[in-house]
């Protein structure tokens, strides 16, 4: 997923760092089910919360895709996914991010339930 194009052209910056738009975003993820469950005014995250998801609107629908962590405002998923009412539990296909970019650096995710109990890190471009 990403917002706009990254391609280099003059201007070039020091060090030969290329110019986007401050709201350029591109994340590399993961197609996969998500489950939630429904906890008062939000849905969580059931495996690994502290990696984001990417949820896209019902076909058909102009909307703009919903990028969260830990858990989802039921509101949102409601007018997200077309539903008149919240359930308990829900399973919708979504993104696991593995990595998500902006002009300030890039952040990577990992899964907690790995063996070697890696965590994801983060690193902001040099100058």
Same mark, same amino acid.
């Given at each position: 997923?990403?917002?706009?194009?990254?391609?280099?052209?003059?201007?070039?910056? #020091?060090?030969?760092?290329?110019?986007?738009?401050?709201?350029?975003?591109?994340?590399?993820? &993961?197609?996969?089910?998500?489950?939630?469950?429904?906890?008062?005014?939000?849905?969580?995250? &059931?495996?690994?919360?502290?990696?984001?998801? &990417?949820?896209?609107?019902?076909?058909?629908?102009?909307?703009?895709?919903?990028?969260?962590?830990?858990?989802?405002?039921?509101?949102?998923?409601?007018?997200?996914?077309?539903?008149?009412?919240?359930?308990?539990?829900?399973?919708?296909?979504?993104?696991?991010?593995?990595?998500?970019?902006?002009?300030?650096?890039?952040?990577?995710?990992?899964?907690?339930?790995?063996?070697?109990?890696?965590?994801?890190? #983060?690193?902001?471009?040099?100058?």
């Amino acid at each position: 997923m990403v917002t706009g194009m990254a391609i280099r052209l003059p201007p070039f910056t #020091h060090a030969g760092q290329s110019v986007l738009d401050d709201a350029f975003f591109q994340a590399l993820t &993961i197609a996969e089910w998500v489950d939630l469950v429904r906890m008062d005014d939000a849905y969580l995250l &059931i495996d690994n919360p502290d990696i984001p998801r &990417i949820l896209l609107p019902q076909e058909g629908e102009a909307r703009t895709p919903t990028f969260g962590r830990v858990g989802f405002p039921v509101e949102r998923l409601q007018r997200l996914l077309g539903l008149d009412e919240g359930p308990p539990r829900l399973r919708i296909l979504g993104f696991r991010v593995l990595s998500a970019c902006n002009p300030r650096g890039c952040e990577y995710f990992r899964s907690t339930s790995r063996s070697d109990g890696a965590k994801g890190g #983060h690193f902001a471009p040099s100058n």
